[in-house]
């Protein structure tokens, strides 16, 4: 080994370590490599999703659509949830999700004559606008385009009134049942984008990272720094959906993959724009001028 690499394998090995010591915590794995996970295929979601809603439902006596709300703004952390309605209470906990619950008398009485649709500036009958639990009312065609606006855009899981500075979320029954009148399609993915926020909303669960994909997801309840391992076969960090690589942390694993990366994106440029000298078999590089060309270490060749 040269000067020159020494200096380079010390000074890489170096940085290395100070990475390893600064990432202790990222380094605490289990004592088990593959702890215990559940496998949540495509026929399991549903029943997976329905278990974290039931339990919102029935501590908080609540319907669906707002259980599936809080949990979505929670990331469906039931844990964090109930520990913010503990800290700051059950109104601070649904003002922030967006959550209004009103009586149904209130809103029969808010439909009960013709009203001016404040969006298109539309007089129109009772029976052709649809109020929201926060008590804002517009028409069925404002609605409808609204809410196809947001799904088409990706943010159909949470999507909030037309009213000016209203931050409750619209009930996902009326937006299903308006969208679908005229969009089946689109009332189809919005279903599809409310079922697959279980996963791409959770801290706890990941889809499977396999090439081509299995359509599994995995979910832990205990430690993020952890090596899982799918039905499919495949082992994987929970944490970074890297291949399989501990004790090493997530961020020496990512430095080492770039280093080997680039490495050999130089071997492949010396081998391509180089030719080794026949006496000391440095590659050497022509850069114009004669095929005559001279090493370093003064051994001409062509």
């Known amino acids: 080994m040269t000067s020159d690499e020494e200096e380079y394998y010390s000074s890489d090995q170096d940085a290395l370590d100070g990475i390893e010591n600064d990432d202790e915590d990222n380094r605490n794995w289990p004592s088990s490599s593959l702890p215990s996970c559940q496998v949540i295929t495509k026929e399991s979601l549903l029943v997976a999703q329905r278990e974290d809603l039931r339990k919102v439902m029935d501590l908080l006596t609540l319907s669906e659509k707002h259980a599936r709300t809080l949990l979505i703004h929670h990331r469906w952390d039931v844990e964090r949830l109930l520990a913010v309605l503990v800290e700051k209470g059950r ?5 922030k999700a967006g959550v209004t619950i009103v009586e149904h008398n209130d809103l029969a009485r808010l439909q009960s004559s013709p009203v001016t649709c404040d969006i298109c500036i ?10 929201m639990d926060c008590g804002h009312c517009f ?12 799904i088409n855009d990706g943010q159909s899981k949470r999507i909030r009134c037309m009213a000016h500075k209203c931050n409750a979320i619209c009930d996902e029954a009326i937006i299903r049942n308006l969208v679908s009148a005229k969009h089946p399609d689109i009332a189809e993915r919005f279903d599809r984008f409310l079922l697959e926020s279980y996963i791409e909303d959770n801290n706890k669960v990941k889809w499977c990272p396999s090439v081509p994909h299995c359509g599994n997801a995995i979910r832990v309840d205990g430690d993020a720094y952890c090596e899982v391992e799918c039905t ?10 890297a291949e399989a690589h501990s004790p090493c942390s997530c961020l020496m694993w990512e430095l080492w993959v770039k280093k080997c990366r680039d490495e050999s994106e130089t071997v492949n440029w010396i081998t391509v724009n180089t030719k080794p000298c026949p006496k000391c078999h440095k590659p050497v590089e022509k850069n114009g001028g004669c095929n005559l060309v001279s090493c370093i270490c003064g051994q001409p060749f062509w």
């Not at 109104?91 to 003002?95: E, G, I, M």
């Open 232 to 241: 499919c076969g495949l082992q994987f960090c929970f944490s970074c959906s």
């Open 91 to 95: 109104d601070q906990l649904f003002s």
């Open 139 to 150: 028409c069925n065609d404002c609605w409808t385009g609204h809410f196809i606006v947001k």
């Open 122 to 131: 539309e007089d129109v009958s009772s029976d052709a606008v649809t109020t």
